[in-house]
C-alpha cells in the first residue's frame, strides 16, 4: 500500500496544502518518511490523516466558485469501530460546506471495504447541502452494495456511466462538467 500515492497531476492547478480554506492548509508532507498507516500497512506520506485510523484523504482540487470538490480515499471506511463518517463529515466536510461546498465527488477505488453504522451523519450531510449531491466514483462492488444494504445509498449517486469515466485523463472542470451532466438522470 505505501507506493499507492494519491492523483498527482491536477498539483499545478490546485493543492489543499495551499489552499487558505482547506483543513489541510499549511500541512508539510515528506517525500520519504512513512509514518501513517492503516493497520500494519504504511501509506505513501502524501495521504492526508483527518482522524480515522482506518481511512485517509487527498482532496485533489476545490473549486469554491463552483461549489465542489474531488476527494479521493483510501483504506477501510469502518462507521462500525471508528465512527469514520463523524469524523469526516465533522473534520472535513463541514468546512467544506461553510466554504460554499455543496457537491462532493469522492473518489473510493482505493477504499478496500465498508463496515456501517447508521446513517445519521450521511443524512445530516445530505441535508446540509440543500441543491448539492454527493457522488461516488470507482468504488469497489462490494462496497457499493454494504452502501445498499444500510439505505446510504439514499443520500449519495453512483453509476455504472460513472464509473467508465477515465477520470485521471481530465482536468478537474470536465471531470465535473460531465458528472453534473449525468446526476439529473442518476437521480431518477
Known amino acids: 500500500m505505501h507506493d499507492i500515492e494519491p492523483h498527482y497531476n491536477w498539483r499545478n492547478l490546485y493543492t489543499a496544502d495551499q489552499d487558505e480554506l482547506s483543513p489541510f492548509y499549511g500541512t508539510e508532507y515528506s517525500e520519504f518518511e512513512f509514518t501513517n498507516r492503516i493497520y500494519n500497512y504504511l501509506i505513501h506520506p502524501q495521504w492526508d490523516d483527518f482522524g480515522s485510523q482506518t481511512m485517509f484523504i487527498k482532496i485533489l482540487f476545490c473549486d469554491y466558485e463552483s461549489g465542489y470538490t474531488i476527494i479521493e480515499m483510501i483504506g477501510e471506511w469502518n462507521d462500525l469501530l471508528y465512527n469514520d463518517i463523524m469524523l469526516f463529515k465533522r473534520n472535513i466536510i463541514e468546512l467544506l460546506i461553510e466554504n460554499g461546498i455543496n457537491r462532493f465527488i469522492l473518489i473510493g477505488e482505493n477504499v ?29 462492488p462490494h462496497v457499493l452494495e454494504e452502501f445498499v444494504e444500510c439505505g446510504i445509498d439514499s443520500f449519495m449517486i453512483w453509476g455504472e456511466e460513472m464509473d467508465q469515466i ?9 471531470l465535473y462538467q460531465k458528472i453534473e451532466m449525468m446526476v439529473p438522470k442518476l437521480l431518477n
Do not use: A, K, V
Not at 441543491?131 to 468504488?139: A, H, S
Not at 477515465?166 to 470536465?174: A, E, F, G, S, Y
Open 112 to 140: 478496500l471495504n465498508f463496515h456501517p453504522s447508521d446513517d445519521c451523519y450521511y443524512e445530516e450531510w445530505f441535508d446540509e447541502i440543500d441543491d448539492g449531491w454527493i457522488c461516488m466514483m470507482n468504488f469497489r
Open 166 to 174: 477515465n477520470w485521471r485523463t481530465h482536468q478537474p472542470n470536465l
